[in-house]
Nanobody
């Protein structure tokens, strides 16, 4: 089992910044990557950014590349996502997830076996 606790959301004005945190514990050696997804009201959950658990390789969605930065602490227990220049369209519940399968694809939620509880990010215009 893996436990993920995500935090750091809040209310910010457009152009502002937030830093999200995802703390992992348990059988973390079974994780292939930690990925952030987000879900806005009435929309499907969408891929935001990922970092591989072993090599620290990162990848971003086109909508956040250049504004968001995903990183991992040296102890490899916490993944951070620095979000800069936030816009109202970034408003969503953000979830961190542990990828445990390579069967479906990086951006397919079916590859993710563990999820955090979600943290709300609201960007006002």
């Amino acid at each position: 089992q893996v436990q993920l606790v995500d935090s750091g959301g809040g209310l910010v004005q457009a152009g502002g910044s937030l830093r999200l945190s995802c703390a992992a514990s348990g059988r973390t050696f079974s994780m292939l990557a930690i990925t952030w997804f987000r879900q806005a009201p009435g929309k499907e959950r969408e891929f935001v950014a990922t970092i591989s658990w072993g090599g620290g390789i990162t990848y971003y969605s086109d909508s956040v590349r250049g504004r968001f930065t995903i990183s991992r602490d040296n102890a490899k227990t916490t993944v951070l996502m620095q979000m800069n220049n936030l816009a109202p369209e970034d408003t969503a519940v953000y979830y961190c997830a542990a990828r445990t399968s390579l069967r479906h694809g990086l951006q397919d939620v079916a590859d993710y076996g563990y999820w955090g509880q979600g943290t709300q990010v609201t960007v006002s215009s």
